[in-house]
């Protein structure tokens, strides 16, 4: 078993920035890819980006592209999302994602580890 815990959520105003962190504790050494999502209130879960164990590779959603940066610290076992010129369309609550066994990366059913989520308002 993976554990995932978000932080770093809150309510800022349009423009401004915010960094998310998830740490992961367990069985980490299964861990390959690990994604992040969010879901706006009436709105299915979407992806936003990933980034696989060596950090080599990312991917993100067209939404956020060049706004938002994912890295990871495997020595913390901490993945991040930098997220700067927040919109008033990226409030969400953002989850993290690890243990991906199928699918691509950008797909949520193939995540086998979720964590609580941490919730991003932005104000205009």
């Known amino acids: 078993q993976v554990q995932l815990v978000e932080s770093g959520g809150g309510l800022v105003q349009a423009g401004a920035s915010l960094r998310l962190s998830c740490v992961a504790s367990g069985r980490t050494e299964n861990r390959d890819v690990v994604g992040w999502f969010r879901q706006a209130p009436g709105k299915e879960r979407e992806f936003v980006a990933a980034i696989n164990w060596s950090g080599s590779s990312t991917w993100y959603a067209d939404s956020v592209k060049g706004r938002f940066t994912i890295s990871r610290d495997n020595a913390k076992n901490t993945v991040y999302l930098q997220m700067n010129s927040l919109k008033p369309e990226d409030t969400a609550k953002y989850y993290c994602?690890?243990?991906?066994?199928?699918?691509?990366?950008?797909?949520?059913?193939?995540?086998?580890?979720w964590g609580q989520g941490t919730q991003v308002t932005v104000s205009s």
């Open positions: 994602a690890a243990g991906l066994v199928r699918g691509n990366v950008d797909t949520d059913y193939g995540y086998a580890y």
